[in-house]
């Protein structure tokens, strides 16, 4: 079921058959006052405990779609308090045979009016409009059923008020349910919880469904919960066969939240990750480790890692492509720890193909790690051969970084006709003070 506030569907063919609709009711509107009058189609009803009359009114939209056994409908109406109003949208599915008074041969005519009914223990919409190939619009008018109200308060939750009985009627909260509740040993929930069930979507056939399949819930609070967070049966029945049953309510909802899906847990299975334990696979969805990256990893090489291998990968930057990159260097087979362990201190692809421009080749994954630690970029490492430098060894640009020896000061030196100076002599000048003046 969709319930949405405040949209419109006032496109696609909603306005087109509304505005058939509306032509259609210009010209029977004695036929339609002669209805109201004989009670056929009741727009206004008083509640028991009230001297206050109130009307739900509203439009309805269903479409009959080839090869489906039920029908979409849609209703629209609006909800009036005491100081505001707005628009709602209620879409559900239901057997065509619920439409009493509609057959099939109307709403596939090229174009008939019809009246019919959609009845719920709550209450009956009545039901008017217009028909064409499948689609059909109109209005409704909600007449309540006095024996659910009587129902009700036999059983100790009161007298609904007027919208409250509307909201059941639409959101189907049957007294199926509300027997159901009772005989699985639910506490008797308020009037407004009954309500929310309904908004909800926890309907007969769920708690049924959840005591099949051993599921009798604290309380309703926790179906409401369930339901809002998608924990659908067929949800729990799929993670059932997948092997991970008997999941306290609480699982259920967090494996939902995290958007684990059977489909993902199964493609996992697929790529060699069967029987994870389900903390483990949430994890793996929480850090963006997809069964895609996992079989791109395995054609590089990397297969069968362990889940914290790959959730530290994804969480420290290492992709595929940094991989292949590394490897058309010439760094193969690096351990999934290296890899990441290269992220952590910035050596990134690029910087090994720059420093074996600049001669610096196949250095060891070490060399580079304390490199960039140490601050000596590609740019430095360039100007020091500029200045004539070209044979400084990795530690030996590491020394002349840690002291503060820049291409600045050695063409300081140079100025002062310190010509030819050692890296090692640099250093001492540069620890001793000399600042080329």
């Known amino acids: 079921m969709k319930h949405l506030q405040g949209s419109d569907p006032s496109g696609h063919p909603f306005r087109r058959l509304l505005t058939n609709y509306k032509a259609w009711l210009a010209a029977a509107v004695a036929t339609v006052t002669v209805a109201l009058a004989l009670g056929c189609v009741p727009v206004s009803y008083t509640n028991n405990t009230s001297a206050q009359q109130e009307s739900f009114t509203g439009q309805w939209l269903i479409e009959f779609r080839t090869g489906e056994t039920g029908v979409q409908m849609t209703l629209r109406y609006r909800w009036r308090g005491d100081d505001h109003s707005f628009n709602s949208n209620t879409s559900f599915e ?248 290269m992220k952590d201190h910035g050596v990134s692809a690029g910087f090994v193909r720059e420093m074996a421009e600049l001669g610096y080749t196949r250095l060891t994954v070490d060399e580079f790690i304390k490199m960039k630690d140490h601050g000596v970029s590609t740019d430095f490492v360039r100007e020091i051969k500029r200045l004539g430098y070209e044979g400084a060894t990795p530690a030996q640009l590491i020394l002349m970084r840690d002291h503060g020896v820049t291409a600045t000061f050695i063409e300081r030196m140079k100025a002062r006709g310190l010509n030819n100076l050692s890296i090692e002599e640099l250093v001492r000048l540069r620890d001793h003070g000399s600042e080329g003046e």
């Open 94 to 341: 239901v057997a065509p045979e619920q439409l009493q008074g509609l057959t099939r041969e109307q709403a596939m005519s090229s174009g008939a009016h019809v009246q019919f009914q959609f009845r719920r223990d709550a209450g009956t919409l009545n039901c008017e409009g217009w028909f064409k190939d499948g689609s059909g619009s109109g209005h409704f008018t909600f007449s309540p059923a006095p024996a659910f109200a009587a129902e009700l308060k036999s059983r100790g939750y009161g007298t609904p008020s007027a919208e409250q009985q509307f909201s059941m009627a639409l959101h189907d909260v049957s007294l199926a349910l509300i027997e159901e509740l009772r005989a699985q040993g639910y506490a008797r929930p308020s009037l407004d919880r009954l309500v929310d069930m309904g908004t909800h979507g926890v309907r007969v056939d769920y708690v049924r469904g959840l005591k099949a399949l051993g599921y009798t819930l604290r309380s309703v609070e926790d179906l409401i919960e369930m339901r809002d967070h998608g924990v659908t049966l067929s949800f729990i029945r799929e993670l059932t066969a997948l092997g991970y049953d008997r999941l306290s309510a609480e699982t259920l909802v967090r494996t939902r939240d995290h958007g684990v899906t059977p489909d993902f847990i199964r493609t996992l299975k697929d790529s060699g990750y069967d029987r994870l334990p389900l903390s483990k696979v949430v994890e793996m969805r929480d850090h963006g480790v997809s069964t895609g990256f996992i079989k791109e990893l395995a054609t590089l090489g990397y297969s069968q890692l362990s889940v914290d291998d790959l959730v530290e990968m994804k969480d420290h930057g290492v992709s595929t492509d940094f991989i292949k990159e590394l490897k058309a260097l010439g760094y193969d087979n690096l351990s999934a720890g290296r890899l990441v362990e």
